[in-house]
């Protein structure tokens, strides 16, 4: 294998460095590419261009493989409990029995948000967007810990911030979703585990006892760790090239929940149930709405299909889909709307346009109709990837500081006027 590739530009041959991952990804370092040539490349979206060194997550997208940290999602999935995964993915290892347990009492005991903080969500209106209030209420977080601004900290403090997000998060979801209803709010309760407290806080009501569900917290449970970490999605990206700048870890986390809530992202979980719902409404005709999303003139898309980087199948939504299946059974749910998924998925999957280009059900196909059994409402999907994800969040925030990069800024090629003179309003 050459360690360099050599290009030629305007007669003359450079050479530039290959850089090959520990999985055997291959790049073309191109750092030297503009002084050496006055060149820049030109990638809009980075559909091939990579933006960091990263040793967190592996994703094959030709394979269908996806690894945090090494780990099979597979295995993770089945075995691993949410914290434990969030652990895995900031530190690097899973932790042992004595890390777990002081990482999970450092949580626990940051779950409350501060009064204050309630003084803000009772000003939204009745109908926001759940997303848009937890955007929102994570970056009031850093006013709040004014300390979080320094970007020299001493690690332990850091440790600190990455634990009261974690901490806070599904308190601030939980509140989010309450504030909607106008129900009141209920307070962490630290005897209970990460997700039950989530649900606890969610569904539960002052005037009556609530129990919680083992089924449902399972559930969560898988769902929160198969959206854990996907390496440099939009998101993540964002996350780190917020934190480039310095910027806190609270701002940077709200840049990657609003970069998240767009249905082309995260967003996909909403915008499926919705398109399924309008399917059904519309008679269930699927060839219909296959060719709509065929149809070059028409916006309309398959919310839940086709990804960036998977051209074969989304492992994640092969468990989601089996564990759809479990969970409806087990909650002894007969949802029309999951029928409806797999006959769409059939025809989608059988035609020649979604063969060709690769396109498969992805993550949020199947994600919705679970979060559906759970009785979570359709407003809050994206909050829930937005739980599951902070972890990975979090992961890529502290390698990009930790590594050094250097602030996000691309180069671009620019297509406006050249150079004209100003001419004053009058001569207009
Ligand atoms: N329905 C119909 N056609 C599609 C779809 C779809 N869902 N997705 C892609 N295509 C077509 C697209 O029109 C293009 O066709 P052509 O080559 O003829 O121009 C081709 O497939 C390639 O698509 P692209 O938009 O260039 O691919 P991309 O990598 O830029 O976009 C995507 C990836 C996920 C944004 C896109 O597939 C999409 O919009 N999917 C629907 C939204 C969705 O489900 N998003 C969730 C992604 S998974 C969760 C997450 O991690 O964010």
């Known amino acids: ?62 394979n269908g493989i996806l690894q945090y940290r090494g780990y099979p999602i597979e295995q993770l999935a089945e075995k691993a409990d949410f914290l434990e995964v969030a652990y895995l993915l900031i530190y690097g290892n899973l932790p042992s029995k004595k890390e777990f347990d002081l990482f999970k009492s450092s949580i626990t005991r940051h779950t409350l948000v501060h009064e204050d903080m309630k003084r803000f969500l009772e000003a939204y209106p009745f109908n926001a967007h759940p997303m848009g209030v937890l955007s929102s209420m994570v970056c009031s977080l850093s006013t709040f810990y004014p300390e979080s601004q320094n970007p020299n900290r001493a690690k332990e403090a850091i440790d600190m911030t990455m634990h009261r997000l974690i901490a806070k998060l599904p308190t601030l979801a939980a509140w989010a979703y309450k504030n909607k209803m106008r129900h009141p709010f209920m307070y962490p309760q630290n005897d209970k585990s990460y997700c039950e407290n989530f649900l606890y806080m969610m569904f539960a009501m002052p005037s009556e006892e609530y129990k919680i569900d083992p089924v449902v917290v399972n559930a969560l449970n898988t769902l929160l760790i198969l959206h854990a970490d996907h390496e440099q999605n939009c998101s993540a990206s964002t996350v780190r090239i917020v934190g480039s700048s310095q910027a806190n870890l609270y701002s940077s986390i709200a840049g990657g929940i609003s970069a998240l809530w767009g249905p082309l992202h995260g967003g996909a979980n909403q915008a499926v149930i919705e398109m399924l719902d309008q399917i059904m409404a519309d008679g269930g005709d699927m060839e219909k709405w296959v060719a709509k999303a065929k149809d070059k003139d028409d916006p309309f898309r398959l919310m839940g299909f086709g990804h960036r980087v998977y051209k074969n199948f989304d492992p994640r939504a092969r468990i989601i889909k089996k564990a759809c299946d479990d969970v409806l059974d087990k909650l002894g749910i007969n949802d029309p709307t999951l029928e409806l998924a797999k006959k769409l998925e059939k025809v989608a999957l059988e035609d020649e346009y979604f063969v060709q280009r690769g396109l498969y059900p992805n993550v949020d196909f199947y994600s919705g109709i679970i979060y559906k059994a759970l009785n979570i409402p359709s407003e809050m999907f994206t909050v829930m990837f937005a739980l599951g994800r902070l972890p990975g969040w979090i992961a890529q925030w502290k390698e990009m500081v930790e590594n050094g990069d250097p602030i996000g800024r691309p180069r671009q090629i620019y297509t406006g006027e050249t150079k004209r003179d100003y001419i004053p309003l009058e001569k207009r």
């Open 1 to 62: 294998m050459s360690e360099v590739v050599k290009l030629e530009i305007d007669g003359k041959v450079i050479e530039l460095p290959v850089v090959i991952g520990t999985e055997n990804e291959k790049g073309i370092d191109i750092k030297t590419l503009r002084a050496q040539t006055g060149y820049i490349t030109i990638d809009p979206g980075y559909k091939n261009t990579g933006s960091c060194f990263s040793s967190i997550t592996y994703l094959d997208g030709e």
